[in-house]
Nanobody, 127 residues
Framework: QVQLVESGGGLVQAGGSLRLSCAAS????????MGWFRQAPGKEREFVAR????????LYAESVKGRFTISRDNPRNTQYLQMNSLKPEDTAVYYC????????????????????WGQGTQVTVSS
């Protein structure tokens, strides 16, 4: 089993920045990739970004490309999501996710591809 704990959410004005962290514990050596999803009120959970823990390759949703950066620190078993130029439409609960299953490209963007989930952290962007 793997446990994921997010931190770093909060309230920020439009145009501002936040950095989310996700610390993994347990059988982290079994993981293939980690990612971030978000869910706004009344909407479905959507893919934000993902990183391959072996190669470091990344994938982003079009809505965040160029503004968000996903990274990982393997020795610390931690991934990060640097969010810049935040917009009110980025307001959501952000979830850290991890998978032990191989996937490539946008095949890694579906929520069902991920085996483990964090509890979520609220990000609110005011206009």
């Amino acid at each position: 089993q793997v446990q994921l704990v997010e931190s770093g959410g909060g309230l920020v004005q439009a145009g501002g920045s936040l950095r989310l962290s996700c610390a993994a514990s347990g059988r982290t050596s079994s993981l293939f990739a980690m990612g971030w999803f978000r869910q706004a009120p009344g909407k479905e959970r959507e893919f934000v970004a993902r990183i391959n823990l072996i190669s470091g390759s990344t994938l982003y949703a079009e809505s965040v490309k160029g503004r968000f950066t996903i990274s990982r620190d393997n020795p610390r078993n931690t991934q990060y999501l640097q969010m810049n130029s935040l917009k009110p439409e980025d307001t959501a609960v952000y979830y850290c996710a991890a998978t032990r299953d191989y996937c490539t490209g946008y095949g890694c963007s579906g929520a069902t591809k991920y085996n483990y989930w964090g509890q979520g952290t609220q990000v609110t962007v005011s206009s």
